[in-house]
């Protein structure tokens, strides 16, 4: 990278941060002048120094690395179901007769309001909390993988299939590619609702993970705990969707979106 290139882009992020500075200092000010009590808001000075503290002992990467397990093994079960059920969808009537009202019916529910069945079902252990994420994830993934399917010109399908083109090879060669865009976006979706999902089941079920951390820390009145979870639930989300936009500009270079974005 050139180094005009290079200062423009730390210019850019400077510029982009601004107000998460200005919200962050006036955090700091407000505590420090008593405009609030310290139980219920401790200073991001305070703060900082306990997510070091508990960074540095490896309380918080123990924490982050559960979370991220439970997060990420839901997310990828339902990236498996979520795009082979939409692309049925699109390719098979029969598929879309069954799965379309399930999915429409899903859509809207809070689908968290699942997990007591879900732990009745599965018990507390990691495996209701790998299965309400997945529950989650995969209705997006789902319909953005059926839109984009679907949303295929007709005439490149039809020309394929006059060719002599199988099944096999259109879906793989031609609808999964042209769809491609879509899924992604779908995946990127649902990655932070997989890290959200993650975290409350931990709130709600116990154990290890972010969630149980900052529950701990309120069942014991340590504010700062709380938010030292907080504030690693947002870094690790960023980094989660700082590697999914990497991960899409890779995925899709071939694609005319990626010229656009150059």
Not at 103 to 115: C, D, G, H, Q
Not at 232 to 260: D, F, K, N, S
Request: glycine letters at 8%; charged letters at 15%; proline letters at 5%.
């Amino acid at each position: 990278m050139k180094a005009g290139g290079f200062a423009y882009t730390v210019l850019r992020a400077f510029e982009r941060s601004i107000p998460i500075l200005i919200l962050l200092a006036a955090w700091e000010g407000a505590t420090r002048a008593g405009m609030v009590q310290l139980f219920l808001l401790p200073p991001l000075s305070r703060v900082l120094v306990r997510t070091y503290a508990d960074t540095i002992n490896g309380v918080i990467p123990h924490h982050i690395i559960v979370t991220s397990v439970t997060a990420l093994t839901g997310y990828a079960l339902a990236a498996v179901i979520g795009i082979v059920l939409g692309a049925a969808m699109a390719m098979s009537a029969r598929v879309r007769y069954f799965v379309e009202p399930l999915v429409s019916l899903a859509f809207p529910i809070p689908k968290i309001s699942f997990m007591p069945i879900f732990i009745l079902w599965f018990g507390l252990d990691t495996l209701p909390k790998v299965l309400m994420v997945a529950f989650n994830c995969a209705i997006p993934i789902i319909s953005a993988t059926y839109l984009g399917a679907r949303g295929i010109d007709k005439y490149i399908l039809w020309s394929a299939r006059s060719l002599g083109t199988p099944n096999r090879k259109l879906f793989w060669k031609i609808v999964m590619p042209a769809a491609a865009p879509q899924v992604i976006s779908g995946l990127q979706i649902a990655l932070p609702q997989a890290l959200i999902i993650g975290i409350v089941t931990e709130m709600l079920t116990g154990g290890d993970g972010l969630g149980s951390y900052m529950i701990r820390g309120v069942r014991f009145s340590d504010s700062e705990t709380a938010f030292a979870g907080l504030l690693a639930m947002l870094v690790t989300g960023l980094v989660y969707m700082q590697i999914a936009t990497m991960l899409r500009r890779r995925l899709l270079r071939w694609h005319a979106e990626a010229a656009h974005a150059d």
